[in-house]
């Protein structure tokens, strides 16, 4: 009973201090961004280059006359035959009902034919991994940061032990400062998520745009050595917050709108 009694005190104790570092003033987002982010597995480049034109002919138009864009398409650096698309939903119910009603567009159908008509035995992908975000209070929408032709993107997941510790982490983006800090030392995102559905949970999930590969390292080093992230580092009220960290670097196909 006394082991019942500290834990169920050290968490009231987690709640309250959560509540403390709260702000007064919090952003919070009329309509988030629903983030899905769905990663392909083929085995060839063939394959790849046939994926790749199925989504810029048929899957990338039929998704933006479902109002879902812009779409982002990379191929990942340390896994060349690996795919991710990102799509931002507007609405839980678009995340829910986009896939079968591109089945409902004669447009997608037919542009579609060589994919949906692929045999068994030849698919053009072998499967598909999803996950759903939902945007941040202090980031609730995708952005576009990057534009340029050498442009590179950065995918990074942060884990977290529980959903608790995982509630922290999410604080220290939108009410510590963090996201700040990031945007003062040209850390671009593209969207902050923090995950509801997939693998690695619980976990929250972002993507940084950057022009080129220097302006990526210039500006991480800067974020690094800036004094705000050395306070907000040492907070003790933030240890602990993240077990596992992934961090992809991606590099957009020709179709990609991001």
């Not at 990031?182 to 972002?206: M, Q, S, W």
């Not at 596992?244 to 957009?252: D, F, G, K, S, V």
């Amino acid at each position: 009973m006394q082991r019942r009694h500290f834990l169920a005190v050290s968490g009231l104790a987690a709640l309250t201090s959560l509540k403390k570092h709260a702000t007064a003033q919090q952003n919070t987002p009329v309509n988030p961004d629903y983030i899905e982010l769905q990663q392909y597995r083929v085995l060839s480049s063939k394959k790849l280059e046939q994926l790749i034109a199925y989504l810029r002919d048929a899957a990338i138009p039929a998704w933006n006359r479902l109002n879902i864009s812009p779409v982002g398409v990379f191929t990942i650096q340390d896994a060349p035959l690996d795919l991710y698309v990102l799509l931002p939903h507007k609405t839980p119910e678009s995340a829910t009902t986009a896939s079968m009603k591109l089945l409902d567009d004669e447009i997608y159908l037919k542009a579609a034919a060589p994919l949906l008509n692929a045999p068994k035995q030849e698919p053009v992908y072998q499967r598909v991994k999803s996950s759903l975000l939902v945007g941040f209070d202090g980031f609730p929408k995708v952005k576009t940061p990057a534009k340029g032709p050498d442009r590179t993107f950065q995918l990074r997941i942060y884990e977290s032990h529980n959903t608790l510790f995982h509630k922290k982490k999410v604080h220290m983006f939108n009410q510590g400062g963090e996201l700040d800090i990031f945007k003062k030392t040209g850390l671009d995102p593209v969207f902050f998520g923090r995950a509801v559905i997939g693998e690695k949970l619980p976990n929250l999930t972002y993507m940084l745009g950057f022009d080129n590969q220097d302006a990526k390292d210039k500006a991480w080093k800067a974020f690094l050595a800036h004094p705000d992230w050395h306070k907000l580092s040492r907070d003790p009220f933030y240890k602990d917050t993240v077990s596992q960290i992934t961090n992809l670097i991606l590099n957009p196909v020709d179709c990609s709108q991001i």
